[in-house]
């Protein structure tokens, strides 16, 4: 292999050998292809455009190399190529849990408490508490179509209930119990659930914490609730009284029982992941049972490289899509490595830390994970033995050329794979492959089975930054959103830019390295006509030491005026002046002149929503006059009063602006 740790933005700065090019999925799935007649060649790209151009063949080929079950009879495998209008493989049947679970042996579930200790679960262990679990809800009246929702850390309860759930065709949601009341009860009752497996408390950040008057809330806003379950194995928190019938979760799993699979239609509701929901009703986008396994199959198997035995370890909450991503690693017979509390208490060493500790093959951690590392100046893989180690994933952001360079000074020789999806379709547009080089700053390749395209504002396709659009669908595209009966926000969300082709909302860049994204099209910077994506900001100013995180927005005021603030958190013990200084010198020499904001706003952090992403939009909104009650859902929001000092930021700025 090659590894080159000093490599400029663009140049390769790892390369696989031979033998991880050998023992890729890739080199199992061309011979498959061949043996069915599809002439093909050897590489990544030439099986990317077969896929693309022939993606009937692709999925349902796929679908056989990847052993899933398919009932009812053959016939074509979707209806129309016209989105939003395709069905995938109708009149077949399926269920997502019998993949999961059926005919794999050894270890399925690997939990880690916050406090480091560990419990094995192997496959016969939690077959046995699915169908335990099952055939309770069974017996309480929940069938096909019927809702369970959670509100769960990242526990093996979560995973047992989801599977349990999908087992008998019913529909699964979970929020984490961070989530405020008011954030949870605005998704759940969307869905009038019969039955909600809910923790009296979390641990977090070395705290037990209490969840008894949020929950006493949650349920009296669920008013179709028949059961609740409560989990109380990892706190020390006593359930709530409440007027709904509960039983324990001893209780729930007490009676032993057959594993029994109810087959659904291939788009039978599978789950319901809800948007960040920081403006308006959070969306319920709905997948399917066959739709998602097959995208995080195809995912984890020639984007992650799993393979069964593997240990499969994603930073997330149970409220990220990323969790989704983390249980349908058993799909491969790889084990799930579960991480209860927060995952970088005390330091975000932890990680690093578990996964040594855990054997994990394959990491997902997020963009501001692999920066904030940097920046405390770890050295983690002369620390700790990541031998195992061979893939690490990064999303949630684009990752810096510096955030490259470190991974491959301090953590070793592993494949980065930068990757970008969304919750939208369970899986990702653009990612790795382990059978390429990396190039520093870049994505490695469009994702298999997927055509994504650049696309400028007249729908005609450039190489240059421009709109991700998907022209043709997917598996895993929602199959509707819930309680949208007329599909018109579905519509609206996706496709009312360039009618029938997916428009995701981020801006994209094809390039002879390998593919950049620029952020995200509705917070993109428009200065002058020219367009500038915020992670171009950040990729500058987020590395300097003076800054420790940043958030820019562009913000249109009346019909003439533009305001473009940078909000920073400043790294301890900066002075105001010296980070400011930093900033400027840094966009000027790295970006242009055009690009220097017109404030630079030291503030005490950052808004995210729970799930870590910046509040660019919202804070925009802000800036241009909308209440803090239009913009946000504060139920939604990391830090619920850090965004009130937004809003009385922008207050006295628009206050001055009308005093001028």
Known sequence: MIINPHAAFGEVIWAPGQETIDASALKRFIPFLRGHGIIIGDTYDEVWQWSVDEPEQFWSLFAEFSGVQLGGPVT?????????????FPGRSINFARHLLDGREGMALLAVSEDGQQKEIT?????????????????????????????????????????????????????????????????FAQLEPKV??????????????????????????LS????????????????????????????????????IYTDVDFNHPLWVLFSSGTTGKPKGIVHGHGGALLELLKMLTFHTELQPGDRYLNVASTSWVLWNALVGALGVGATAVLVDGNPTYPSVDRVWEIAADTETSALGVSAGFIHACAKADLRPGGVHNLSRLQCLQVTGSPLSVDGFRWVYSHVGDVWLASMSGGTDIVSVFVGGTS???????????????????????QGVPTSAKGELVVTQPIP????????????????DSYFSTYPGVWRHGDIIEFT??????????????????????????????????????????????????????????MAPDVEYEDAREAIITAIRLHLSPRYLPDDIVAMRAIPHTKTGKKLEVPVKRLIQGDSLGQVVDLGAVDDPALIKEYASFAQQWKTALNTV
Not at 76 to 88: G, K, N, R
Not at 164 to 173: D, F, H, K, L, R
Not at 482 to 489: A, C, E, I, Q
């Open 123 to 187: 496959w016969e262990t939690l077959r046995d508490e699915v169908a335990a679990l099952a055939h309770h809800l069974r017996t309480i009246g929940v069938t096909a179509g019927d809702r369970v929702v959670a509100i769960l850390p990242n526990v093996a309860e979560a995973v047992v209930g989801f599977l349990a759930t999908s087992s008998i065709g019913a529909v699964w949601s979970i929020c984490a119990p961070e989530f405020g009341p008011r954030a949870v009860i605005s998704r």
């Open 435 to 457: 059978t390429l080089p990396v190039h520093a700053g870049f994505i490695q390749v469009s994702a298999l089975g997927v055509r994504v395209e650049s696309w400028d504002e």
């Open 76 to 88: 074509q495998v979707c209806t129309t190529d016209q989105m939003p209008h395709t069905q995938w």
């Open 196 to 221: 909600v497996i809910a923790a009296p408390g979390y641990m977090l950040s070395g705290k037990d914490r209490d969840c008894q008057a949020a929950l006493a809330e949650i349920l009296a806003g």
């Open 476 to 491: 895993s595209m929602p199959l509707y959103f819930w309680g949208d009966d007329d599909n018109s926000r579905y519509y």
């Open 224 to 259: 179709t609730l028949e059961q609740v379950i409560w989990v109380d194995e990892h706190t020390t928190v006593m359930p709530p009284a409440s007027s709904v019938p509960a039983v324990d979760w001893q209780q729930a799993i007490a009676t032993s029982a057959d594993l």
């Open 512 to 569: 002879d390295s390998g593919i950049l994204i620029h952020g995200r099209s509705d917070s993109t910077l428009n200065r002058n006509g020219l367009r500038l994506g915020s992670a171009d900001i950040y990729t500058v100013v987020e590395a300097l030491p003076e800054v420790a995180e940043a958030m820019v927005v562009g913000a249109e005021i009346g019909s003439e005026n533009y305001y473009m603030p940078l909000f920073i958190r």
